[in-house]
């Protein structure tokens, strides 16, 4: 299999000097960056929105990995694809039509991704897997960076690996929340093959951000 991709999440970054802390990621030899989008209604939380995004967007060639923690969420889908998202990823949960959702962000060029919350089942899965890119499951439930990992979702990732493989597509299958070396290794082995993380990543400041990513991947 490839070699675990890591993606830290700009939400625990310094947004003081947000622009170079995706330079110091990317040097720091992350794989793709994760854009953390919160609107107070999905989840409770407000982060930031598409101008934040394109305004980074110039700093680093490395893919945007655009997590959309908003409902209603189409009416923002090509915002974020035109401003520079490379695989847009919505929550199963946002609202009743997940699969046209999917749909559309397909038919704008980008690579799609479903993210499951920590109570929705695999099984949700089972109408959208030819689809979908990327599946994501979180590890916490949504809305902060610096939460515990969620045990209970290892089982859940060995059962999203298993309808990956069976669909024979290269679907990724990427875990959000609380991923640090201990947890990354528990993921990796049941089946994750790319990994969110915020404060394991941005923690000990930039001259750690190499250190730390290392960590995560040789976990
Ligand atoms: C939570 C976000 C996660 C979070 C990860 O809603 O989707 O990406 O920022 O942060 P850590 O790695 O600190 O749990
Ligand atoms: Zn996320």
């Known amino acids: 299999a490839l070699p675990v991709r890591i993606a830290p999440s700009i939400l625990s970054a310094d947004f003081a000097k947000l622009g170079e802390e995706v330079r110091a990621i990317d040097a720091a030899g992350a794989d793709w960056i994760h854009i953390d989008v919160m609107d107070g209604h999905f989840v409770p939380n407000i982060s930031f929105g598409p101008a934040v995004m394109k305004s980074v967007r110039g700093v680093t060639t490395k893919p945007f990995d655009v997590h959309l923690m908003i409902s209603p969420v189409d009416a923002y889908l090509d915002a974020f694809a035109e401003a520079g998202a490379d695989c847009i990823t919505v929550h199963y949960e946002a609202g009743p039509h997940i699969h046209r959702s999917l749909q559309h962000i397909k038919g704008l060029g980008k690579r799609a991704g479903v993210v499951l919350c920590p109570g929705t ?4 899965l089972d109408y959208l897997l030819d689809t979908v890119d990327l599946v994501l499951v979180m590890s916490v439930n949504p809305g902060f960076g610096g939460q515990h990992f969620i045990p209970s979702q290892l089982k859940k990732i060995a059962a999203v690996r298993k309808m990956i493989d069976q669909t024979g597509r290269a679907i990724d299958l990427e875990v959000d929340g609380g991923v640090d070396p201990d947890t990354a290794r528990q993921c990796i082995d049941a089946g994750a093959d790319a990994l969110v993380a ?18 995560l991947r040789g976990a």
């Open 121 to 124: 089942p695999a099984k949700m």
């Open 198 to 215: 915020g404060t394991a990543v941005f923690r000990g400041g930039p001259d750690a951000y190499a250190d730390n990513i290392r960590a």
